[in-house]
């Protein structure tokens, strides 16, 4: 009997504008002075991603692919369409988005846990485990902003590999990190998606994690879908593409 499909992100007509601010002082033209314009991002894409499914998004910079996932995260709201997320839990995985640099690294886990859903008393259960896989150590005690580019991966993966939410957004993560957490990590994510019910989608521009790692893949051009289909086939296109581009 064929396993009825389930969907977990549905993604109706999005649409993401940005104001883009050329020229503005307060001080020498007031708030008359203001000149912006407005960037369109993501222009009215459309999909749908079914429970369990593993998908890739790529394309060029600047093609929509982090606000895309932004949305889906409700750090940006659309402009216009719809995304439905259906119940799910979801969790992010971004450098540079999340944490409080102010605060320590073990009160980013309480706060990241907490905002996720958990609570606190979950997330007590997990902290140990979080601190020993982000192998950071006494650093862990110490306010985020004094850590380097690694230190912060190596703290987000962990609070996102450790609580396990029903949909992972993971955003360019895996080239950030020495090399023995970078294999590590990467291990970790095979490990976590090859649970059925879990939903990710992955941004990246390693072709190598595109393709063993999804099962489709979203290919973005000036923010809009150029193709979608298996993963190996649309990032045979993408790379030809992106040769000719070159």
Not at 54 to 67: A, E, F, L, M, Q
Not at 200 to 221: F, G, Q, Y
Request: aromatic letters at 8%; hydrophobic letters at 40%; one cysteine or more.
């Amino acid at each position: 009997m064929k396993k009825k499909r389930e969907i977990a992100i549905t993604i109706e007509d999005l649409h993401i504008y940005y104001k883009d601010i050329k020229r503005f002082s307060i001080k020498k033209n007031g708030l008359s002075g203001l000149n912006a314009t407005t960037f369109k991002a993501v222009k009215g894409i459309s999909f749908e991603i079914e429970k369990g499914e593993i998908v890739g998004i790529c394309g060029k910079n600047g093609s929509g692919k982090s606000t895309t996932l932004r949305a889906i995260a409700g750090i940006f709201s659309p402009d216009h369409g719809k995304i439905d997320l259906h119940g799910n839990s979801i969790s992010l995985l971004s450098i540079g988005v999340g944490f409080q640099r102010s605060l320590t690294g073990y009160e980013n886990i309480f706060l990241s846990g907490m905002l996720l859903g958990f609570k606190r008393k979950d997330i007590e259960k997990k902290v140990d485990e979080i601190i020993e896989f982000s192998e950071l150590g006494n650093a862990v005690y110490k306010p985020v902003r004094s850590y380097s580019s690694g230190m912060y991966s190596k703290l987000a993966f962990a609070i996102t590999a450790i609580l396990e939410t029903d949909i992972m957004l993971i955003d360019e993560v895996f080239s950030v990190g020495d090399i023995k957490f970078k294999e590590k990590s990467y291990n970790k994510m095979k490990e976590l998606i090859n649970d059925e019910n879990r939903t990710v989608i992955i941004v990246s521009h390693s072709s190598k994690a595109l393709r063993e790692l999804c099962n489709r893949v979203i290919w973005l051009h000036d923010g809009q879908i150029k193709e979608i289909g298996p993963a190996d086939e649309v990032v045979t296109h993408y790379e030809k593409f992106m040769m000719e581009e070159a």
